[in-house]
């Protein structure tokens, strides 16, 4: 067999068991939820847009994904390429202003000024989850150790226990925290998942 046969073989093999580990661990979570996935940096791009997909396309709920790691438009294009329904979707995108000040508002997507405007986050949220349609949504934060390098460690601290204590309070809503696994931010990352009814990982 040809070698780019095999390492296509081997892409498309890891995927699928990317996708099913991802699967098995949200069928397992309660429909109203908090959960912290913890992330292998090599994996991270590639877990984000399986829970997505599965979370849009497999559960079928509409839900909210703060990006502090890349714009908008760069995931929706790879969401779109993965076959996610990316209707379902609206967007807090805390990176794009820092290179594109002009952006506001597009469409239904909320555009911050930057990571470490967390009361102007905080207030596009609640601006975003107005908007949800009533029934199940999920919340997606990706990432708090983003958050980390334009934060103070208590400052991400206390703005994840109040977003946790918001998603709580809304019925039927999934919120979910995605932060890369790192020895340097264990102790940060036990902390948080003291908020979490679920600490899951994925390698």
Not at 160 to 180: E, Y
């Amino acid at each position: 067999m040809p070698e780019e046969m095999q390492n296509l073989e081997k892409y498309l093999s890891d995927s699928r068991d990317l996708y099913l580990q991802i699967k098995n661990k949200v069928d397992t979570c309660a429909k109203t939820s908090l959960s912290l996935f913890v992330v292998d940096s090599a994996k991270f791009s590639k877990a984000t847009k399986e829970l997505v997909n599965v979370l849009c396309n497999d559960h079928e709920l509409p839900g909210i994904y703060l990006t502090t790691n890349k714009p908008y438009e760069s995931l929706m294009q790879s969401f779109t390429d993965h076959g996610i329904k990316t209707d379902r979707l609206l967007f807090i995108d805390c990176i794009s202003q820092t290179v594109k000040p002009e952006i506001a508002i597009k469409g239904k997507h909320y555009f911050i000024d930057s990571p470490s405007d967390l009361t102007q986050l905080e207030i596009a949220i609640q601006k975003a989850v107005s908007k949800m349609p009533q029934g199940g949504i999920f919340i997606i934060l990706d990432s708090i150790s983003t958050l980390l390098i334009y934060n103070k460690r208590e400052v991400v601290e206390r703005f994840v226990h109040l977003l946790a204590t918001k998603i709580r309070a809304k019925p039927n809503t999934r919120g979910i925290f995605i932060a890369i696994d790192s020895h340097e931010e264990e102790s940060f990352i036990d902390n948080i998942s003291q908020f979490c009814d679920y600490a899951i990982k994925i390698d």
